[in-house]
């Protein structure tokens, strides 16, 4: 979590069905952007309630675009919560993660990022302290580096 945080986490994936929600009362959400954006559209036409919401977690993908300000905007305007992006490689393993700032994501000191997202990294000081490099968000970069990664993967 970007924020120290106790409380109970719904974690959904593109396939979870969001009716049981509001039961569940969870006081965050980790959703990939999708189910992310979904949920936030549902929740501004009045078909889902989560009054418990007090943090949201976007997960994107290497082959993904980044979390865009009016993707941000739509999910703050739907649950009034603070939004933060993590970055996943294809295995669901966190690469970078973005911090209270809101100034790039901070790089896991143990992830390995492709060398197409290189160009994007931003070393120095960050405002909420951490100094590990920060890649800055540019969807293109993102997806050649996601073809390069599969390209590893598969010997291509």
Same mark, same amino acid.
């Given at each position: 979590?970007? %924020?120290?945080?106790?409380? +109970?986490?719904?974690?959904?994936?593109?396939?979870?069905?969001? *009716?049981?929600? =509001? &039961? #569940? !009362?969870?006081?965050?959400?980790?959703?990939?952007?999708?189910?992310?954006?979904?949920?936030?559209?549902?929740?501004?036409?009045?078909?889902?309630?989560?009054?418990?919401?007090?943090?949201?977690?976007?997960?994107?993908?290497?082959?993904?675009?980044?979390?865009?300000?009016?993707?941000?905007? %739509?999910?703050?305007?739907? +649950?009034?919560?603070?939004?933060?992006?993590?970055?996943?490689? *294809?295995?669901? =393993? &966190? #690469? !970078?993660?973005?911090?209270?700032?809101?100034?790039?994501?901070?790089?896991?000191?143990?992830?390995?990022?492709?060398?197409?997202?290189?160009?994007?990294?931003?070393?120095?000081?960050?405002?909420?302290?951490?100094?590990?490099?920060?890649?800055?968000?540019?969807?293109?970069?993102?997806?050649?580096?996601?073809?390069?990664?599969?390209?590893?993967?598969?010997?291509?």
């Amino acid at each position: 979590m970007p %924020l120290p945080f106790e409380g +109970f986490v719904a974690v959904l994936d593109s396939r979870t069905d969001a *009716h049981g929600l =509001r &039961t #569940l !009362a969870p006081q965050a959400l980790v959703a990939p952007l999708d189910t992310a954006l979904d949920l936030a559209d549902r929740k501004l036409r009045g078909d889902l309630d989560l009054p418990s919401l007090e943090l949201a977690l976007v997960l994107t993908r290497l082959d993904e675009n980044p979390l865009a300000p009016d993707q941000r905007d %739509l999910i703050w305007r739907a +649950f009034g919560v603070p939004v933060f992006e993590q970055l996943q490689d *294809h295995d669901g =393993r &966190t #690469l !970078a993660r973005e911090c209270e700032v809101h100034d790039g994501l901070h790089v896991d000191a143990a992830a390995s990022l492709p060398a197409a997202l290189a160009g994007e990294l931003v070393n120095g000081h960050c405002e909420c302290g951490n100094e590990a490099p920060r890649l800055q968000r540019k969807g293109p970069a993102r997806q050649r580096a996601a073809a390069a990664a599969a390209g590893a993967r598969t010997g291509t």
